[in-house]
């Protein structure tokens, strides 16, 4: 048996085997993390310690539950998958939200309308996504726990 990872866009893309069992290990995961707020703070609305400690699991679930697609790269490390891709923000306890793709996949011109869907995701969970643009002209998002 093996662990789930939620999916951050950096991965694989999941065989054709796993599509049914996949939804219901997001949903299973994402249930538990409702459950841990519930249970530590009361109410589902805001990010639990863990979620901060571990953002960039805690956002990628989020997105993967709410429908969102994640990127996906071969073994080579190119892109095979457009969707969105978490990574470790700058600063402690945020996370970066870009949205990839393969080359000439047109990514780019599908970035701020996904991007601003992702963000919706987000805020209903307490969490706050700024959008920001970065090198090359690029959107992002970059999520916090909201205060």
């Given at each position: 048996?093996?662990?789930?990872?939620?999916?951050?866009?950096?991965?694989?893309?999941?065989?054709?085997?796993?599509?049914?069992?996949?939804?219901?290990?997001?949903?299973?995961?994402?249930?538990?993390?409702?459950?841990?707020?519930?249970?530590?703070?009361?109410?589902?609305?805001?990010?639990?310690?863990?979620?901060?400690?571990?953002?960039?699991?805690?956002?990628?679930?989020?997105?993967?539950?709410?429908?969102?697609?994640?990127?996906?790269?071969?073994?080579?490390?190119?892109?095979?998958?457009?969707?969105?891709?978490?990574?470790?923000?700058?600063?402690?306890?945020?996370?970066?939200?870009?949205?990839?793709?393969?080359?000439?996949?047109?990514?780019?011109?599908?970035e701020?309308?996904?991007?601003?869907?992702?963000?919706?995701?987000?805020?209903?969970?307490?969490?706050?996504?700024?959008?920001?643009?970065g090198?090359?002209?690029?959107?992002?998002?970059?999520?916090?726990?909201?205060p």
């Open positions: 048996m093996s662990t789930f990872e939620a999916a951050t866009g950096d991965g694989p893309e999941l065989p054709a085997a796993e599509t049914g069992q996949r939804p219901r290990e997001v949903r299973a995961a994402f249930e538990g993390l409702l459950q841990i707020r519930r249970l530590t703070d009361g109410q589902a609305t805001r990010p639990a310690a863990w979620e901060r400690r571990q953002p960039v699991r805690a956002v990628a679930l989020a997105l993967e539950a709410a429908g969102q697609p994640p990127s996906a790269v071969n073994d080579s490390g190119t892109r095979t998958a457009t969707g969105y891709r978490v990574l470790a923000g700058d600063r402690p306890g945020t996370a970066v939200v870009e949205w990839l793709g393969p080359p000439g996949a047109g990514a780019a011109h599908q701020e309308p996904a991007l601003t869907a992702c963000a919706t995701v987000l805020e209903r969970l307490g969490w706050d996504a700024l959008l920001y643009r090198p090359r002209g690029r959107r992002f998002l970059e999520v916090e726990p909201a």
